[in-house]
C-alpha cells in the first residue's frame, strides 16, 4: 500500500495533470465552409483560445458559426517565438485549438512545430478531423488509391526540386504533390522531365465555385494550365512508376530515327513523342538523341 506521504504526493501530481490544458488539433473546410463537423464548431466554441494561420481568413469561419473565441496568430514565419507562449498558455491549465488557413494543421504547414513542442511537454493532443486537400483530390482521382505517398511542396530551387524527383523516379506508389499558382507551370515541366509523361490528375479551388480537375497524361494538363490563368492551391497526383509494356524491348533510338524519318518530326518533336508513347522520361530519350547525333 502507498504512504500516507506517497499518496498526497500521487494526488498533487494528479492534479497538476489534471490541471494542463489540451491542445486541440481543429481540421477546417478547405473551400466551401460548409465543410466542417459540428464536434470542430464546438470545440472552436468552448476552447479558451484558437491559433490561426492567418486571422483574417479564419475570421471568416467564425463570423460564419458565431464562435467568439479570441484569435492569435501562429504562423510559419512567428512559430518559433509563439509556439512557446502558446505552450505555458496550455500549461496554465488553457485549452488551445489550432487551425490552419485550410484543411487540416500539421500537413505541409507550421503546426509541425507547435504539435512536436506540445508532445515533448506530455500536453494532451486531441485531433479534431476533416478536410484534407491530398485526399479530397486522391478520392477523385480515379488513380490507385490502396498504395500513395504524399510528398508535399518540392523544393523551390531547381537543382533540389530534380535531385528529389529522381529519388521518386522508381516509387511505384501514386504520388501526391501540393504547389502553388505561380510556381505550378515549373514544377509540372520538372515532374514531366524526370518522371517521364505519366497520367495525372491535377486539382484546384476543390470545394470552391470554380472546383477544377484536369486529367490525362501530365503534357496534356501542362498544355491545359498554360492556357488558363493558374489561380488557386494546386493538388498534383501523379501514377506510381511502373513497367510500361510498350517501352520493353524497344530500341528508343530507333524509335526516334522512326518518328524523324517516316512523321517527319524534328528532334525537339520526336523526343517528345518517343518519351509520351514509350511511358519514359524525357531526359532519357534525349540522351539518346544525343548518341544518334554522334
Request: glycine share 6%.
Amino acid at each position: 500500500m502507498l504512504s500516507f506521504a506517497k499518496l498526497r504526493a500521487h494526488s498533487r501530481q494528479r492534479i497538476q495533470f489534471m490541471s494542463i490544458g489540451i491542445l486541440y488539433i481543429v481540421a477546417t473546410p478547405i473551400g466551401n465552409l460548409e465543410d466542417i463537423t459540428l464536434r470542430a464548431i464546438r470545440i472552436l466554441k468552448e476552447v479558451d483560445m484558437i491559433a490561426a494561420e492567418d486571422t483574417r481568413h479564419s475570421r471568416k469561419l467564425l463570423d460564419r458559426y458565431e464562435i467568439a473565441t479570441p484569435l492569435t496568430s501562429y504562423h510559419d514565419h512567428n512559430k518559433e517565438e509563439k509556439a512557446p507562449v502558446l505552450i505555458d498558455r496550455l500549461l496554465d491549465g488553457k485549452n488551445v485549438a489550432l487551425v490552419s488557413d485550410a484543411g487540416t494543421p500539421g500537413i505541409s504547414d507550421p503546426g509541425y512545430f507547435l504539435i512536436n513542442l506540445a508532445v515533448s511537454k506530455d500536453i494532451v493532443i486531441v485531433p479534431i478531423p476533416g478536410a484534407t486537400a491530398a485526399i479530397t483530390a486522391l478520392s477523385i482521382s480515379g488513380l490507385p488509391t490502396d498504395r500513395f505517398v504524399f510528398e508535399g511542396f518540392l523544393p523551390s530551387k531547381q537543382t533540389a526540386r530534380v535531385k528529389r524527383l529522381k529519388e521518386l523516379e522508381k516509387e511505384e506508389r501514386t504520388i501526391i504533390f501540393y504547389e502553388a499558382p505561380h510556381k505550378i507551370l515549373k514544377t509540372m515541366a520538372a515532374i514531366i522531365e524526370v518522371l517521364g509523361d505519366r497520367n495525372a490528375v491535377v486539382t484546384r479551388e476543390l470545394t470552391k465555385i470554380h472546383e477544377e480537375a484536369l486529367r490525362g497524361a501530365l503534357s496534356d494538363v501542362l498544355k491545359q494550365l498554360e492556357a488558363k490563368t493558374t489561380k488557386g492551391e494546386f493538388t498534383i497526383i501523379v501514377r506510381g512508376h511502373k513497367e510500361d509494356p510498350r517501352a520493353q524491348d524497344i530500341d528508343a533510338g530507333e524509335y526516334l530515327k522512326n518518328l524523324m524519318t517516316h512523321r517527319g518530326l524534328s528532334k525537339k518533336e520526336a523526343v517528345a513523342t518517343a518519351a509520351k508513347e514509350l511511358g519514359l522520361p524525357k531526359r532519357d530519350i534525349y540522351k539518346e538523341s544525343l548518341k544518334l547525333e554522334k
